[in-house]
């Protein structure tokens, strides 16, 4: 069994413990509020659910708190009901040995066009310009948030972080010199531009007493060269540095803040605000451990921070005190409990895709999750034992296939999960084989590790046939056969040069220093950033007008791969239809119908999938009942597959 004594010890935060160094980020999902940002059912059972999986500490999402600048209504005026719920929400939190801290907004400036500091282009429409704030409105925020801190305190919460000093929100606005140009005394000097920080914790310290406890987000570095345009490798920097975090730090720390939760980013630099798996674990240690050197109160550390060795190893080396943990947390309600108990090898990694969570929230106004089907349905039944304990044979031992064997074997069936090769994981493998897709190769060693767990009869190496199936005596098949990349048939296919994109992440054949991608789509440019990252010289090729204009890749994974293609001169050609691959590399045909050959040493072809021809025509007259799942029925990504064999175990 693993131990992890630090990331298990209690931390003191003001007056008020935490049992542990494990902290959930503050995380809005979008079903768990109501419309004066106290909690629905779905919400309360969501964070009870996570203080149950051991946090020792639970952030809310940010809850906007201003009544009259913004004009909205809070929790400021409309506090009964959100008592009265917080209140029954804290014991049972309480009950965990958990605490909750509310994250109370000051808004988000101009990321919504909302009042600034001075006039500043609103986020990504820079023709519109927000308003600068008054003076009064300042001090109406102000009261505003010590207002909101009381009824937090009078709800049971253990303390409020204050949204925040990163993202570019507003208090981020004020503290940056580069988004203050006011010349009264909350512009000028960094003490001035701190000036609506320092009011703020004065404020609830005066409302809520001096041990009321209050920590507020502070991003590290901003990573922006201008609005709107990130830094990509943080040379350039407009924004905030990391010398400057630093002072910012010890003036937080005089002006009576209890700890500093840290990360990093804007979200004109969305990326190291909301980062992809292309950002490397851990990125903001080094900064928060020069801000630790530098104060007495707690430094809290987050983004990239689910990696529960570095996180022990950060604060055993004395660089951090505790872990902000974000979307971990989704994927995994249990995560912190698992690592109380030595057993890591159970979490369910969050793989870094931001497909469900921030790009479910920003596309439909709902968290989900890529590899955790239960997130926003936590007001459900808890997964339970079927009435009736059924035989299911499952064909197929990729992600759709190893998820429905497990919540089957959970649901107490009778499971028996057949693979053709002689490995799991199907195409997990080659998507987790990228150094920066890690988190997807240990989903898969979770899947296998529960397949042994839970002792699910796993036939290796063993290819089923309809007849096998008809004649086994299944109550129920699950047909999760996967997909195969797509070889068009052109002139070269076969060319010696010529590789699918399965293939070369499987390291199948010697990838030349000049490669050619035919096929702009996420996977493509994930294996074209793998190459740039490796200093090979990449071409991507796609016949659309532009590279990931399908399947809904989320922004923030987009923009980074959009600045390392930059960085790493990367050639994009775009419109641009491959004819034939030869000696020499690629003949294309440009969108005017001239040709043009790249050379190449080697042609990845990751033009998509193909669903692998199922047995379920076979099997349509068959006693038992037969489910098609994951790509094999129709191609998706990770989520569709998982959600997809959930449901289906689900209705068993
Ligand atoms: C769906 C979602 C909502 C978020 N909402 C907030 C928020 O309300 N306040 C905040 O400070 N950060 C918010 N964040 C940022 C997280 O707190 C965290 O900084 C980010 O997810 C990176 O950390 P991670 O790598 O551990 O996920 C949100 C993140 C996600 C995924
Ligand atoms: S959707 Fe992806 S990034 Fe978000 S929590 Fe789930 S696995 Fe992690």
Redesign the pocket.
Known sequence: MKQYPNLTNPLQIGSVTIKNRMFM?????GFGNNEYGGFTEAGVEYFVKRAAGGFGLLYS??TSVDTKVDGADTIVNHPEEFIATGKKMNERINAYGSKMFM?LSMNVGRNAGLKTPSVLPVLGNPSIKTQALTVEEIHSKVQDVAKAAKVCKEAGYAGVDI??L?WGHLLDTFALEFTNQREDEYGGSLENRLRFAKDIVEAIKAECGTDFPVTI?LAMKSYIKDFDKASFDGSQEVGRTLEEAIEIAKLLEKYGYDALST?AGMLDAIYYA??PSYVEKGFTIEMAAKLKEAVSIPILC?????DPDMDEAAIAEGKIDAV?????AISDPNFAEKIVKGEPENVRSCI?CNQG??WG?FTKGQ?SCAVNPEVGYETNEPLTKSADSKKVIIVGGGVAGMEAAYNAKLRGHEVTLYEKSDVLGGNLIPAGAHDFKAEVNELNEYYKHQMEVLQIDVRMQTEVSAELLKESGADVIILATGSKPIMPNLPGIDHVKTISGVDALLNKKKVGQKVVIVGGGLVGCEIALGYAEEGKNVTIVEALENIMQTGDVPSMNKAMLFDAFEYYHTNIMTSCRVKEINDIGVVVTLADGTEKTIEADTVVMSVGYRSVKSMAEELKNCEAQVFEIGDGNAVGNIMTCISEAYEVIMKL
């Open positions: 980020a503050p995380m809005d999902t999402g940010g994250q949204h925040a990163h987000r990360d909301m980062p987050g983004g990239r921070m689910a902000v943990i974000g979307r971990q870094a969570c921030i929230y968290v």
